[in-house]
């Protein structure tokens, strides 16, 4: 079965500082894996995803992501974090070869960049 | 840039009544999904359909929820009777007809408050 974990579900950091934002999954086969962002009553945005090539995936708004294939990790990253950063991000998988082609999201990490 | 439509976007109502969700999703995409995002959890798919025939609703709880996507475009999601545990924000996403790999794009949500 697949799954993800969000271990974190908070995280502070200043702003201009780095952030990192931690997911570890678990499935069968290949993973594709995603990272949404979401505003207070709005849907989520798509920010990156990682399908197979190279493990450090850039996306929307300067963020990227590390697949790192031996720790089952897909951490989300950004250089300098911006007070509009702060929102509820996701990581998510879906597990190509079972066949199932929709979604499993982790509970959320509440970012937080404190000007 | 083409968007996911969803209405409307909160909607409160009285247990035991019926309450409908609609969602248009981007033109061209084939996979529609329906997800229920509970308060302060990550969302989880109800039912995902491929043009018009349903691929996967084993979490759609079928004595209250039903799902239609008549002619393969727009979708209505009913909940009859609503209850008071079936709080939450609706999600709809869509893809494109590589929905194996292709990027689910999500809607703005409806917010529904049953009292």
């Known amino acids: 079965a697949q799954s993800v974990a969000q271990p974190e579900d908070q995280v502070n950091v200043a702003e201009g500082n780095p952030l990192t934002v931690k997911c570890t999954y678990s499935?069968?086969?290949?993973?594709?894996l995603f990272w949404y962002v979401q505003y207070p009553n709005r849907g989520l945005q798509f920010l990156l995803k990682y399908i197979t090539g190279d493990n450090l995936v850039k996306g929307s708004y300067g963020f990227e992501a590390e697949f790192n294939k031996s720790q089952t990790s897909f951490h989300l990253k950004k250089p300098s974090a911006l007070v509009s950063d702060s929102a509820l991000y996701f990581c998510a998988v879906r597990a190509f070869q079972t066949g199932a082609n929709n979604l499993f999201f982790g509970t959320g990490t509440r970012l937080t960049v404190i000007p | 840039e083409a968007e996911v439509a969803q209405s409307p976007r909160y909607k409160i109502t009285e247990k035991s009544q019926a309450v409908a969700f609609w969602c248009d999703p981007i033109?061209?995409?084939?996979?529609l999904y329906w997800y229920r995002q509970i308060l302060g959890q990550g969302p989880e798919l109800l039912v995902q359909f491929q043009d018009e025939s349903v691929v996967d609703d084993s979490q759609l709880p079928k004595d209250r929820f039903s799902a239609e996507r008549l002619k393969g475009v727009d979708s209505t999601l009913k909940i009859q009777p609503a209850e008071l545990g079936d709080s939450a924000m609706y999600l709809c996403a869509s893809a494109g007809a590589l929905a194996g790999t292709d990027t689910q794009y999500f809607g703005p949500g409806t917010r529904l408050t049953v009292l």
């Open positions: 033109s061209g995409h084939a996979t």
């Open positions: 499935v069968s086969g290949n993973p594709y």
